[in-house]
């Protein structure tokens, strides 16, 4: 594999979010990667995404306008199957590139010479201010952990592994092997990058952050607080995973959001947190993230009840 012959498709889908949209494209031009692709896939058929489309005419774009809304993961499959290069790098419309961020993730590749494996890099990200971001992932991927460890176990405040789709690039063949669940209402990218590794597929990481991941999006399906769902999805991988990152999981997945849930008294939310923390081990307990979640639970019922 050589930086020359190897041809990437970006695959980027959208809903309608013009200006967004064109922030995202613009970094797929900044990379001034060659050859590349652009396969845009509006999700809706919306015109204004199409629009915003027609202004990039310097691209090698392919635009799929998906009539019927079919969601994110299908749409992410609708992309890759229709890509004609080798190499696949995801990338959400509401984040963005850094310079050279394919140049340098490809280069990573040839030199571990992992070309049938599944590369992220690490990014940047911030809570409300866009001046003051922080790196993600805390924690290097050594290769050695299981990915579901990796992501869920918790260290000092809070998660030390992440993997975000914006960073991710891989094979067409790996990505068609592997299609994305359109059938989750949510954790589709955990649910992708659990079942790819454990399948067997190498993860590497490449630790400089070239993405930059807008995480307070609101249109994201993130944050949903559908803890019902979650709690059956983490049931599917639990054969994989400590106890400790299970619970770790429950910790700030699904009591975090059994805390954020409109539908549910105070008292029942209470209820419900508390039974799970009663299957916590000890040490569990006495964590920093542990102290630091019980304090955004009390936070985010307090918010609720003041918001009625």
């Known amino acids: 594999m050589t930086e020359k012959s190897c041809g990437i498709t970006v695959v980027i889908t959208t809903v309608e979010r013009p200006e967004k949209l064109r922030r995202s494209i613009r970094s797929v031009i900044n990379q001034q990667y060659s050859p590349l692709q652009l396969v845009l896939v509006i ?25 019927v809304s079919v969601g994110g993961a299908q749409s992410r499959n609708i992309g890759i199957n229709i ?31 992992s070309y ?19 790196k993600l992932p805390k924690e290097k991927y050594d290769g050695t952990t299981n990915i579901p460890n990796y992501l869920f176990t918790q260290k000092g405040l809070g998660w030390n592994g992440f993997i975000q789709t914006s960073t991710i690039v891989s094979t067409k063949k790996i990505f068609q092997n592997y299609p994305f669940d359109s059938q989750l209402p949510k954790h589709q990218d955990w649910d992708w990058i659990i079942r790819v590794s454990e399948s067997g597929v190498p993860v590497i990481h490449l630790d400089e ?11 994201s399906v993130a944050q949903n607080p559908n803890w019902q769902f979650s709690e059956k999805w983490i049931n599917r991988y639990r054969q994989f995973m400590t106890k400790e990152a299970i619970d770790d999981f429950y910790t700030s997945v699904i009591n975090n959001n059994i805390s954020k849930d409109p539908k549910l008294s105070i008292i029942k939310r209470y209820r419900l947190i508390h039974s799970n923390e009663r299957k916590y081990e000890f040490r569990q307990k006495l964590s920093l993230a542990f102290i630091r979640y019980r304090a955004q639970y009390i936070y985010n019922m307090l918010k609720i009840r003041k918001n009625k």
């Open 43 to 67: 999700d809706g058929g919306s015109k204004i995404s199409n629009k915003v489309a027609e202004e990039f005419t310097e691209l090698d774009l392919l635009v799929i306008n998906n009539n």
């Open 83 to 113: 890509a004609k290069y080798q190499y696949i790098a995801l990338l959400d419309d509401d984040d963005e590139w850094l310079d050279g961020k394919l140049k340098k993730q490809m280069r990573f590749m040839n030199k571990q010479k």
């Open 116 to 134: 049938q494996a599944v590369s992220f890099t690490s990014l940047l990200t911030y809570v409300k201010n866009e001046n003051h971001k922080y």
């Open 209 to 219: 952050p070239l993405t930059i991941y807008h995480k307070n999006s609101n249109n």
